[in-house]
């Protein structure tokens, strides 16, 4: 059974978190903190040694297409809705300073 939560544990445990925390805060969470404790515990106790690793509950399965090759769209039609274009290429935006 796990050890009683006590107000300072959950001011010890807010801090560590970085939530602040009123006194009445921590005195309404103590209790509730030890019962999810003793729950996590009961759980704990379980034999699960007949239970298979489950690492989702649902199968899941590979929905991408084949990947074959296809016509490639070309430089002119891939830059037509471009906003802006030089020499043909995009044009983007300076996102680096070029100093040191």
């Given at each position: 059974m796990p050890a009683?939560?006590?107000p300072d544990t959950v001011r010890?445990?807010?801090r560590l978190a970085r939530l602040?925390?009123?006194d009445a805060e921590a005195v309404a969470f103590a209790p509730q903190l030890s019962r999810i404790l003793e729950y996590v515990d009961q759980l704990g106790a379980l034999d699960t040694s007949a239970v298979a690793?489950?690492?989702h509950p649902i199968e899941l399965f590979d929905v991408t297409r084949a990947?074959?090759?296809a016509p490639t769209l070309?430089?002119?039609a891939a830059l037509r809705n471009a906003p802006a274009t030089i020499e043909?290429?995009?044009r983007v935006p300076k996102v680096l300073?070029?100093?040191a």
């Open positions: 009683e939560i006590t010890h445990i807010a602040q925390l009123s690793p489950l690492n990947d074959e090759p070309g430089a002119d043909g290429h995009f300073d070029s100093g």
